[in-house]
């Protein structure tokens, strides 16, 4: 289908530029780690009355993971309890040294804000290669994957880079490497002949 756009629009317009962008990379997967239930396990998160026929749900939490593909945001209730900040830390630690959790790094919330995501999380688990984050309250830590593909890990993995392509008028034919994604939005607008002066990242050498 996109080959055959590409070929109608450039006999229509030799000077046409054609562009393939993806959103994201991929990974493949075979687990789940479902980290709410050692939460659950530890009180951090506590549960109605468990109807076996029924979905579990949750009464109060002081601890709580929001599941984000491959990673998930840890958030404390209360910012300001410190016993129960030990206590994640301390049980995230543990999960974590033991390698058939399925978990690559554990980030502090402030490595997380730097590298640009997840404002409100206290801690960001990142699922190691083959497992992504999961939304169970009971059951097992690790399970089999429904998905057998995920994305959402920190994206200085390889596997989450995305693909670029460009081709037509005025474009070269070589490698770019890595680019930041950002580089896109003011390409396109330096071949479109419009500004976008609220870029901040420079135009892609594609000449």
């Known amino acids: 289908m996109s080959g055959d756009l590409r070929t109608a629009a450039l006999a229509a317009n030799p000077r046409t530029v054609v562009a393939i962008v993806s959103d994201h990379g991929f990974s493949a997967t075979q687990k789940i780690v479902n980290l709410r239930v050692p939460f659950v396990a530890a009180g951090l998160i506590k549960l109605k009355s468990v109807d076996a026929n029924r979905p579990p749900a ?79 309250l009971r059951g097992e830590l690790i399970a089999p994957a429904p998905s057998k593909g995920m994305h959402g890990y920190v994206p200085d993995q390889s596997a989450m880079h995305s693909s670029f392509f460009m081709l037509g008028g005025g474009v070269g034919k070589h490698p770019l490497g890595v680019i930041d994604m950002r580089q896109l939005a003011p390409t396109f607008a330096k071949i479109l002949g419009v500004k976008l002066p609220s870029a901040t990242q420079p135009v892609v050498a594609y000449e």
């Open 58 to 136: 949750v009464a109060s939490w002081d601890a709580q993971a929001w599941p984000s593909g491959g990673v998930a945001a840890i958030v404390l209730r209360d910012r300001k309890d410190e016993k129960t900040r030990r206590q994640v830390d301390a049980l995230l630690a543990q999960l974590k040294s033991d390698p058939h959790n399925g978990i690559a790094r554990v980030l502090t919330g402030s490595d997380a804000h730097s590298r640009g995501g997840f404002p409100e999380a206290d801690w960001v688990v990142e699922c190691a290669s083959g497992f992504y984050a999961g939304s169970a």
